[in-house]
C-alpha cells in the first residue's frame, strides 16, 4: 500500500471520517496535462497530494501502488476532459465517481484556489459524503449526443450569421416590416436587394453566403441525426417527446440524450433543478427572497427548453407538424401533450401581464416544461 506523508500546513481543516470508513479515498484534480491526486487513508485526518501526468501509464503506474483495489474509492470533477478517466478506472477496478462541479460546497472567504488545495478538497468532502455524482453514459450514448451538441451549436452559429446580416442592412437603413425574418417571403426580399456600391454589394454577397453555409451545415447534420431518431436506445423516447408542442423528434433526440436515464432524478424538482431553470434563494428569518434562476445545470438541456417553451405564446393548436409527430403514439401520450400545450399556454398568458421581461416568462414555462417532461418520461 502507497504510504506518503506530507507536513500540515494548514491549508485545510481536518475531516471526518465518519462516513465512506476503510476506503482509500482519491480525489483527482484532472487537467489537459496533469492530474493533482490527494489519497486519503483511513486513518488519516488529512490527504497527501502528488501530481502525476495526464495519460493511462501513469494512472496505471499509481493504482498499481495500493495492494488492494476494492478499497480504492477516486472522485473528479466533471469538465472538459471527459469520461475517460472514469472508464480507465472502472477498467482497473477501482471505484470511482464524477461529481458535479456546480454542486461542492465552497467556503465564502476561501480565495485561494491550487490544484491540490481542489484535490485535497474533493477527497476530504467525498470521504464525508458531501459530493454529489453524475450519471455516467456510455459510449454510444455519448457519442450521440456529442452529435447532438454538434446540431446546437450549428443552430448557435446560423443564429449569429443571421443577425450580422440583419444589423448590416440596419446599419444602411434597410429593415424588413412585412412579417417575420427568415420566412419565405422574408428570402425573397433579401433576393430582391441590390446595391449600387461596389464594396456595400461585395459584403452583403459575404454575409449571405455565410448564412447559406450555416443552413447547408444545418440540413447535413440533421440528415445525419434521422436514424437515430428512430433506432434504440434514443429512438423510442425522442418520439414520446416530440409529442409535445416546440419539441420535434430532433429537439426530443437531443434532450433524450443530454438526459439518457430519467429514471435517475426521483421527483420533477429535482430535474427542474438540473436543468438550471429554478431560481435561485437567500431567505433567512422573517426575510424571503428569490433571484435568477440558477443556471447550474445543463446549460445544453437549458437552451433547448427554453426555445421549446417560445411554443406556448400562441394559442392552443394541433397543426400539420404536430398531428404527424401524434400519428403512431398512444392516445394517452396525445392527450397528456395536449393537456400541457393547454395549462402552459394559459401559464404563458397570465405571466406574460405581469412580466416586463419575455424572456423572464419563457424561463418560468420552460421549468414547468421540464416537470411535464419527467412525468412523461417516467410513465409506463
Given at each position: 500500500?502507497?504510504?506518503?506523508?506530507?507536513?500540515?500546513?494548514?491549508?485545510?481543516?481536518?475531516?471526518?471520517?465518519?462516513?465512506?470508513?476503510?476506503?482509500?479515498?482519491?480525489?483527482?484534480?484532472?487537467?489537459k496535462d496533469l492530474i493533482a491526486v490527494a489519497v486519503l487513508l483511513p486513518d488519516r485526518d488529512r490527504a497527501t497530494v502528488q501530481k502525476i501526468v495526464h495519460d493511462e501509464q501513469s494512472v496505471r503506474k499509481l493504482i498499481g501502488r495500493f495492494e488492494d483495489r476494492s478499497?480504492?474509492?477516486?472522485?473528479?470533477?466533471?469538465?472538459?476532459?471527459?469520461?475517460?478517466?472514469?472508464?480507465?478506472?472502472g477498467r482497473l477496478g477501482v471505484r470511482c465517481e464524477v461529481i458535479a462541479p456546480s454542486l461542492v460546497p465552497r467556503a465564502r472567504g476561501d480565495r485561494v484556489k491550487t490544484d491540490k488545495r481542489d484535490a485535497r478538497k474533493l477527497a476530504g468532502l467525498h470521504r464525508a459524503g458531501q459530493l454529489t455524482a453524475i450519471a455516467v453514459p456510455s459510449r454510444s450514448e455519448e457519442a450521440i449526443r456529442d452529435l447532438c451538441r454538434t446540431r446546437g451549436d450549428i443552430v448557435g452559429d446560423r443564429t449569429r450569421a443571421r443577425n450580422r446580416l440583419t444589423k448590416f442592412l440596419l446599419r444602411h437603413s434597410i429593415v424588413w416590416c412585412d412579417g417575420s425574418n427568415w420566412t419565405r417571403k422574408h428570402q425573397q426580399w433579401l433576393n430582391s436587394l441590390h446595391f449600387e456600391d461596389r464594396a456595400l454589394a461585395l459584403t452583403f454577397g459575404h454575409y449571405r453566403a455565410?448564412?447559406?453555409?450555416?443552413?447547408?451545415?444545418?440540413?447535413?447534420v440533421e440528415e445525419d441525426l434521422r436514424p437515430f431518431c428512430e433506432t434504440e436506445p434514443f429512438g423510442p423516447p425522442a418520439h414520446r417527446l416530440g409529442a409535445y408542442r416546440g419539441v420535434t423528434h430532433m429537439g426530443g433526440l437531443g434532450l433524450a440524450a443530454e438526459v439518457f436515464d430519467w429514471r435517475r432524478f426521483p421527483a420533477a424538482r429535482s430535474f427542474m433543478c438540473f436543468t438550471g431553470l429554478v431560481p435561485s434563494e437567500d431567505s433567512s428569518g422573517l426575510h424571503?427572497?428569490?433571484?435568477?434562476?440558477?443556471?447550474?445545470?445543463?446549460?445544453?438541456?437549458?437552451?433547448?427548453?427554453?426555445?421549446?417553451?417560445?411554443a406556448y405564446q400562441h394559442r392552443p393548436h394541433v397543426g400539420s407538424g404536430i398531428a404527424a409527430r401524434h400519428a403512431d403514439l398512444p392516445p394517452e401520450v396525445v392527450a397528456r401533450a395536449w393537456n400541457a400545450q393547454v395549462r402552459l399556454n394559459r401559464r404563458f398568458r397570465n405571466l406574460a401581464r405581469r412580466k416586463n421581461v419575455r424572456s423572464v416568462v419563457a424561463a418560468a414555462i420552460a421549468r414547468e416544461l421540464a416537470g411535464f417532461l419527467w412525468a412523461e418520461m417516467n410513465t409506463n
Open positions: 500500500m502507497m504510504r506518503v506523508t506530507e507536513p500540515h500546513t494548514g491549508e485545510e481543516p481536518a475531516v471526518s471520517s465518519v462516513s465512506h470508513q476503510g476506503f482509500i479515498h482519491l480525489g483527482l484534480d484532472v487537467s478499497k480504492l474509492w477516486a472522485c473528479y470533477e466533471a469538465g472538459p476532459t471527459g469520461y475517460e478517466l472514469y472508464r480507465l478506472l455565410n448564412l447559406e453555409l450555416r443552413d447547408a451545415q444545418l440540413a447535413a424571503e427572497h428569490r433571484g435568477h434562476i440558477t443556471h447550474a445545470g445543463n446549460r445544453h438541456l437549458r437552451a433547448q427548453l427554453v426555445e421549446a417553451a417560445w
